[in-house]
């Protein structure tokens, strides 16, 4: 008999499967909906909210030009590489550099990594050379760290991608470009819809109940009083007649009957009552919050002006996208150059003139500083304005007046004596002073 009992515990323990509480087959079975109460994946993006804060990012990286450049003796540009095309037009025959990051940008927010197989030419002429990007689906990619070195050679960390046809591939580090969200050991991101579960599922709930009320004709909810006594299906039958009737848009401010001896108290607690504004507007500043996105961004204007609006986008890209492109930068730069173009100083950058770019009066006027200061040439600040370069335009120019400190005084003197300029009428031309005389340099 024990051997029996320990035989039936053995098979009981191995074909009893643990079923998570969010199983959809389970809330189903217990009278839930389960697309009411989830909001993980991609059913985050069924709240307003948390589609306009991804969207808001995803816009702002797929719309930035990306460029390579070379650190060799000064900043220059290396367009003639042959990653630039690939970079700025398009990664892969699918899409276009816009939709590529657009797409990795979605699903970084949305499930905390994003992922891109790094397709190697491993034959020909341009063997070892990067041909093509393709994003991955986050979903079905999987991490693995061996920290006990269980299989040699075959490296400490690998990811596993599951295709559509249920096949696995395993891909080494440097095949996947990988870009986290925010990150607890520097491997796997996470999401901040993790950290807003309750947030998002009350938003949810506030957009779900508002969506109701104006099925039902903003109707409003009561009880219905009766003298006497009513068998269950009496109740039930009642109860639905009531409703078809009251209910719905096409019975919206109409009058309804009740028959004798029922009487309708309607429960008058109203959306303010509720607090139901305040708290969806606190509950859109937290997601908002969350994933570094301004409040005017979300079409908040109550405290916004131009002044501020336009100090709020700077703070966008300092405070948010910054990190996220650095990110993105050093990623490619890593895994896109080989080790020799690295020691050459090859390096990817995403150009951010367009979104920190003023308004025309302050642009200029900084454009004027910068090339009476010998800072930039016209030419360069043509380039900034997308104008195309102009004959004499590559020197550097500076005011005349302008000298080393040390040097303070020297105009006032020849031959090393102190000079009255007060005296001197139609002197050599070579003492006099010039304000706005310019030099090259």
Same mark, same amino acid.
């Given at each position: 008999?024990?051997?029996?009992?320990?035989?039936?515990?053995?098979?009981?323990?191995?074909?009893?499967?643990?079923?998570?509480?969010?199983?959809?087959?389970?809330?189903?079975?217990?009278?839930?909906?389960?697309?009411?109460?989830?909001?993980?994946?991609?059913?985050?993006?069924?709240?307003?909210?948390?589609?306009?804060?991804?969207?808001?990012?995803?816009?702002?990286?797929?719309?930035?030009?990306? +460029?390579?450049?070379?650190?060799?003796?000064? +900043?220059? @540009?290396?367009?003639?590489?042959?990653?630039?095309? $690939?970079?700025?037009?398009?990664?892969?025959?699918?899409? @276009?550099?816009?939709?590529?990051?657009?797409?990795?940008?979605?699903?970084?927010?949305?499930?905390?990594?994003?992922?891109?197989?790094?397709?190697?030419?491993?034959?020909?002429?341009?063997?070892?050379?990067?041909?093509?990007?393709?994003?991955?689906?986050?979903?079905?990619?999987?991490?693995?760290?061996?920290?006990?070195?269980?299989?040699?050679?075959?490296? @400490?960390?690998?990811?596993?991608?599951?295709?559509?046809?249920?096949?696995?591939?395993?891909?080494?580090?440097?095949?996947?470009?990988?870009?986290?969200?925010?990150?607890?050991?520097?491997?796997?991101?996470?999401?901040?819809?993790?950290?807003?579960?309750?947030?998002?599922?009350?938003?949810?709930?506030?957009?779900?109940?508002?969506?109701?009320?104006?099925?039902?004709?903003?109707?409003?909810?009561?009880?219905?009083?009766?003298?006497?006594?009513?068998?269950?299906? #009496?109740?039930?039958?009642?109860?639905?007649?009531?409703?078809?009737?009251?209910?719905?848009?096409?019975?919206? %401010?109409?009058?309804?009957?009740?028959?004798?001896?029922?009487?309708?108290?309607?429960? @008058?607690?109203?959306?303010?009552?509720?607090?139901?504004?305040?708290?969806?507007?606190?509950?859109?500043?937290?997601?908002?919050?969350?994933?570094?996105?301004?409040?005017?961004?979300?079409?908040?204007?109550?405290? #916004?002006?131009?002044? %501020?609006?336009?100090?709020?986008?700077?703070?966008?890209?300092?405070?948010?996208?910054?990190?996220?492109?650095?990110?993105?930068?050093?990623?490619?730069?890593?895994?896109?150059?080989?080790?020799?173009?690295?020691?050459?100083?090859?390096?990817?950058?995403?150009?951010?003139?367009?979104?920190?770019?003023?308004?025309?009066?302050?642009?200029?006027?900084?454009?004027?500083? #910068?090339?009476?200061?010998?800072? $930039?040439?016209?030419?360069?600040?043509?380039?900034?304005?997308?104008? *195309?370069?102009?004959?004499?335009?590559?020197?550097?120019?500076?005011?005349?007046?302008?000298?080393?400190?040390?040097?303070?005084?020297?105009?006032?003197?020849?031959?090393?004596?102190?000079?009255?300029?007060?005296?001197?009428?139609?002197?050599?031309?070579?003492?006099?002073?010039?304000? *706005?005389?310019?030099?090259?340099?």
């Amino acid at each position: 008999m024990a051997l029996w009992d320990k035989w039936f515990n053995r098979i009981r323990a191995e074909t009893v499967v643990p079923i998570p509480l969010n199983d959809p087959t389970l809330l189903e079975w217990l009278g839930i909906d389960a697309g009411e109460i989830s909001y993980r994946g991609r059913n985050a993006l069924k709240e307003a909210t948390i589609f306009a804060c991804i969207r808001i990012l995803a816009d702002a990286v797929g719309k930035l030009p990306i +460029k390579i450049y070379q650190d060799k003796e000064g +900043k220059q @540009s290396a367009s003639s590489h042959y990653l630039a095309p $690939l970079l700025k037009n398009r990664p892969n025959p699918w899409m @276009s550099s816009r939709d590529f990051f657009k797409c990795l940008e979605v699903q970084r927010n949305t499930f905390g990594n994003a992922y891109a197989w790094i397709d190697f030419a491993s034959t020909g002429r341009k063997a070892g050379q990067v041909q093509g990007i393709y994003p991955l689906d986050s979903s079905r990619m999987k991490i693995y760290v061996d920290n006990a070195g269980l299989l040699p050679g075959q490296g @400490s960390l690998w990811y596993v991608y599951t295709g559509p046809d249920g096949k696995e591939y395993k891909l080494r580090p440097d095949e996947v470009l990988h870009f986290k969200g925010l990150t607890f050991d520097g491997i796997v991101g996470m999401t901040p819809l993790e950290q807003l579960k309750s947030t998002i599922e009350n938003a949810g709930a506030a957009s779900q109940s508002l969506n109701n009320s104006f099925k039902t004709g903003l109707q409003t909810k009561g009880i219905i009083h009766y003298v006497g006594d009513l068998s269950p299906e #009496a109740q039930k039958t009642f109860r639905e007649k009531f409703e078809s009737m009251a209910s719905g848009l096409k019975n919206a %401010n109409r009058v309804s009957l009740l028959p004798i001896g029922y009487q309708f108290q309607p429960l @008058s607690l109203t959306m303010a009552d509720a607090q139901f504004i305040e708290n969806t507007q606190l509950t859109i500043k937290q997601i908002a919050a969350a994933f570094g996105v301004k409040n005017h961004q979300l079409n908040d204007l109550d405290r #916004a002006t131009h002044t %501020n609006i336009s100090e709020q986008q700077r703070e966008f890209y300092i405070d948010t996208l910054m990190d996220i492109l650095t990110g993105y930068e050093q990623e490619m730069t890593y895994k896109l150059f080989t080790r020799k173009e690295l020691d050459e100083g090859y390096y990817i950058k995403f150009n951010v003139n367009a979104i920190l770019r003023a308004d025309p009066k302050t642009r200029y006027e900084g454009y004027r500083i #910068a090339i009476q200061s010998g800072f $930039l040439t016209a030419n360069e600040v043509r380039a900034l304005e997308e104008l *195309e370069a102009k004959e004499g335009g590559d020197r550097l120019l500076i005011n005349g007046n302008m000298m080393p400190i040390e040097m303070a005084g020297e105009q006032y003197k020849k031959n090393n004596e102190p000079k009255n300029l007060g005296d001197q009428k139609g002197g050599d031309e070579d003492t006099k002073i010039k304000e *706005e005389k310019i030099l090259e340099l």
